[in-house]
């Protein structure tokens, strides 16, 4: 099984900061790495797939990066919609699909 | 649009059946998965179904207790959860895989709740 590592637990940050999540894979996943938001109450919302790629509808203050096993989402200038959990998921190799522990951003 | 129903209070070692009515795409042509997530944790996929139901795949936690099946011609995708424990207490969300070979969510339903308590 393929265990993702998001680091950190939580990133406190200002609006306007640009805040950056990581994302680490215990093997290695080529670019198959999906971002996700939720926010409270709320079912998450697919940002980005295939590492890089933003989901339709997804501001470009959002990107992706990386391959292998090591992946970044970067929030360039935060708005305050964005306060939220965010969670990777890898679909190389499964079963099974695997998740991410969450970086929840929140306001300092 | 994905829309799941069927969950509940159950009591530990009883049953459910979870459903999650599709619209606005083409049922059929997309794997379905459930993906639940507990109480202030994070999210965990349980298990998903292809396109004409001839592979079923389920994460460990959840093999030989859980059963995924659809129905093409309702819409609709099935999650039947038996012997249930207080560890399957979680908010249960259908998603549709992006396809056969890249196994990403999009859409989510909104989630139907399960506890499993006495």
């Known amino acids: 099984e393929i265990v993702m590592t998001q680091s950190p637990a939580t990133l406190s940050v200002s609006p306007g900061d640009r805040a950056t999540l990581s994302c680490r894979a215990s093997q290695t996943i080529s670019n198959s790495l999906a971002w996700y938001q939720q926010k409270p109450g709320q079912a998450p919302r697919l940002l980005m797939y295939d590492a890089s790629t933003r989901a339709t509808g997804v501001p470009a203050r959002f990107s992706g990066s990386g391959s292998g096993t090591e992946f970044t989402l970067t929030i360039s200038s935060l708005q305050s919609e964005d306060f939220a959990a965010y969670f990777c998921q890898q679909y190389s190799i499964w079963p099974p699909l695997t998740f991410g522990g969450g970086t929840k951003v929140q306001l300092k | 649009q994905l829309m799941e129903s069927g969950g509940g209070l159950v009591q530990p070692g009883g049953s459910l059946r979870l459903s999650c009515a599709a619209s606005?795409?083409?049922?059929?042509?997309?794997?379905m998965s459930w993906v639940r997530q507990a109480p202030g944790k994070g999210l965990e996929w349980v298990a998903n179904v292809r396109q004409d139901g001839s592979e079923k795949y389920y994460a460990d936690s959840v093999k030989g207790r859980f059963t995924i099946s659809r129905d093409n011609a309702k819409n609709s995708v099935y999650l039947q959860l038996n012997s249930l424990r207080a560890e399957d207490t979680a908010l249960y969300y259908c998603?549709?895989?992006?396809?056969?070979?890249?196994?990403?969510?999009?859409?989510w339903g909104q989630g139907t709740q399960v506890t499993v308590s006495s």
């Open positions: 606005g795409f083409t049922f059929s042509h997309y794997w």
């Open positions: 998603a549709r895989d992006y396809s056969s070979s890249r196994h990403w969510f999009d859409p």
